[in-house]
């Protein structure tokens, strides 16, 4: 490592904002959950599908970890300017198209913002333009930096060796859970369940599903992985097509869940030891109905994006 005394304090101050705006980028990120920056780049119509988003949302975190490692430790070479120059960019398009978003603004460069619904419009345009001062903070500091500084401060295999070890470490525990991408392929056993009263409930509200291909999602109204998966099915592609949302919960209770989820599927209500005799205990669940038979289930942690695109797709 090159002797800090040969860098003016100016730079140094500058290398260290700029390090600071993406490190935070990445941290609160982590904070708020990676899966809420894969939704918002769904609602943001920024991805088409949920494994794009997370690869997306991958690329964009290691873009902000190469970014503030050669901030603080680079030369403002052709390729770390690159780095540079493609994430700037990408921000400004996210900036942008965060303005007409009502979940994306608090995902575009840092978190910001507070969940009360009698506060959105005011977070909402704090967010934008706390997102847009940061962007010109960082972008007049990168600037100024090709002007004042042709230093290194860590040589190129500890800087890559840095990268690589916190791009890891983000995307490993902050993002992509292993079973993402596995698809259950054993297909699914009626005959150790029993679907009796849930086939009298749907012959009697919705036989149209006896006759068609439907998913069938098992939710939980107190659960937070229900909740998650509720909101991601929102913003999915296809969320319209031939869902049914069962629930065990009274009727007001269901109607929150489903308004604060964005959910617009019809439901049906069933007793909750007719829904754990079908699902179990692990909720989120879901099956496949394939002409008004149960073919293929999932629960939660199985419920891959891949699965999600299959699905959910227009």
């Known amino acids: 490592m090159e002797n800090k005394s040969k860098i003016s304090t100016s730079e140094l101050l500058l290398r260290g904002i700029l390090f600071l705006i993406f490190a935070c980028s990445i941290v609160f ?10 939704i918002g780049l769904m609602e943001a119509n920024l991805s088409t599908s949920w494994v794009q988003s997370l690869l997306i949302t991958n690329t964009v975190i290691t873009l902000e970890v190469s970014g503030a490692i050669f901030a603080l430790f680079g030369r403002f070479n052709w390729f770390q300017n690159s780095i540079f120059v493609i994430t700037f960019s990408l921000y400004l398009l996210s900036i942008l198209f965060s303005f007409n978003s009502t979940y994306y603004q608090d995902y575009t460069l840092i978190f910001f913002g507070f969940d009360i619904p009698t506060a959105k419009d005011l977070y909402f345009f704090g967010g934008y333009f706390l997102n847009i001062t940061l962007f010109i903070i960082a972008l007049i500091c990168f600037i100024m930096l090709q002007r004042k500084s042709k230093l290194q401060l860590m040589k190129w295999p500890f800087q890559f060796s840095t990268i690589f070890i916190l791009v890891f470490c983000c995307i490993y525990f902050g993002s992509l859970n292993l079973k993402q991408f596995k698809v259950k392929s054993e297909p699914y056993n009626s ?16 036989p149209e599903i006896l006759k068609d291909n439907w998913t069938i999602a098992f939710f939980s109204t107190g ?3 229900c909740k998650k998966f509720a909101r991601k099915i929102s913003f999915s592609p296809g969320e319209n097509k031939n869902i049914l949302y069962v629930f065990w919960s009274e009727e007001d209770e269901i109607s929150t869940f489903k ?5 617009s599927g019809i439901h049906l209500k069933l007793p909750q030891h ?11 669940v879901f099956f496949q109905f394939v002409d008004g038979k149960p073919a293929q289930s999932y629960t939660g942690s199985e419920f891959s994006y891949a699965v999600m695109d299959q699905i ?3």
Do not use: R
């Not at 990120?29 to 894969?38: A, H, Q, R, T």
């Not at 829904?275 to 205990?281: L, Q, R, T, V, Y």
């Open 191 to 206: 005959s150790i369940t029993n679907w009796d009263k849930f086939n009298e409930a749907i012959i009697d509200q919705y």
């Open 29 to 38: 990120k982590l904070i708020v959950g990676m899966d809420n920056f894969e």
């Open 274 to 284: 007719v829904i754990m005799n079908i699902a179990g205990m692990e909720y989120p």
């Open 312 to 314: 959910f797709e227009e």
């Open 259 to 263: 308004k604060q989820n964005n959910i």
């Open 223 to 225: 659960c937070d992985h």
